[in-house]
């Protein structure tokens, strides 16, 4: 059976990638499109049109996306010690006059990122072949990403992916999305039965029946999710992590030890060695075409 993929879109490479302070990639241009996501630091990007009459000179700052579309010269530095998420993907002449025609500025702010933290996590079973529409899964997820920033709508409530994935499927469900938006408050049983003028047994009952889980064991798959994207793309100690996530930093450590199977420590060292490879979609796609990463410095000779 041949792979399933997206007609409009399909995603070709990612990586998440660190750049230290002085890299440059020099300029270069390719036939499919690509997508630079700042997630900490700052990026300089100078692009070149096709015609070679529009040439414009951009900073990307955290949190932000810029896109750039096939045939354009584009090149790269960096100031700052800066963390990107590198998408490379074919678009169809249809979806890719679409998006030109809204991406003029090329410079997009991302609320949200944590939906495109969980691309690399779908990415790898994805490149393995795991099952035969993961890799339409994450084309059709990318997709839906690009174009909801591109054009300034809200992409569906993502903060968690695999249960994650039924997370995704069930956002109408009120209690979910509750949790959601208010996992870093503290949060007992008893008042959130109140808040939706449910007794605790009913409400026990529905999220069981919409989720599979009590939910109290919700609210701290949806802590532990968001607790694993901070180790995976921020500095952030474990304690700075446990007050962001609405837990005590040793029973965060202890759950997530228990729940994951690693330490958070241990899990952000073997998170970013696992990210920070580059992930290939499509067997045709060149890996030797990708830019050369320099220092800009030059160092003089002893």
Not at 135 to 154: C, G
Not at 266 to 276: I, T
């Amino acid at each position: 059976m041949s792979e399933v993929r997206d007609l409009q879109l399909k995603v070709l490479w990612l990586s998440g990638r660190l750049y230290h302070r002085h890299e440059i990639v020099e300029p270069h241009q390719h036939d499919f499109a690509q997508v630079q996501l700042v997630l900490s630091g700052q990026e300089y990007t100078d692009l070149t049109q096709s015609n070679g009459d529009d040439s414009v000179s951009v900073s990307v700052f955290a949190n932000q996306l810029v896109f750039i579309p096939p045939y354009t010269t584009h090149s790269f530095h960096f100031e700052h010690e800066t963390v990107v998420l590198d998408v490379k993907f074919d678009l169809q002449a249809d979806i890719a006059g679409l998006i030109e025609k809204n991406a003029s500025q090329h410079i997009f702010d991302v609320e949200d990122v944590s939906p495109f933290y969980a691309l690399l996590n779908e990415a790898i079973p994805a490149e393995q072949k795991r099952f035969p529409a993961a890799a339409l899964q994450l084309d059709v997820d990318f997709k839906q990403l690009l174009l909801s920033t591109i054009f300034k709508q809200q992409p569906a409530e993502s903060s968690t992916h695999n249960l994650d994935r039924l997370i995704d499927i069930n956002t109408d469900f009120p209690l979910l999305k509750y949790l959601q938006d208010h996992y870093a408050e503290p949060i007992q049983l008893p008042e959130l039965a109140a808040h939706f003028n449910y007794s605790k047994n009913y409400l026990i009952r529905i999220c069981k029946r919409e989720t599979g889980l009590t939910p109290m064991n919700l609210l701290q798959h949806i802590r532990l999710k968001h607790a694993q994207n901070y180790l995976e793309y921020t500095d952030l100690s474990v304690n700075d992590i446990a007050i962001k996530v609405g837990l005590d930093a040793n029973y965060l450590t202890k759950s997530f030890t228990k729940t994951i199977g690693t330490h958070p420590i241990a899990y952000r060292k073997q998170s970013r060695q696992e990210h920070e490879r580059n992930i290939t979609l499509m067997n045709t796609f060149n890996r030797q075409s990708q830019p050369q990463i320099k220092n800009s410095v030059q160092h003089p000779m002893d």
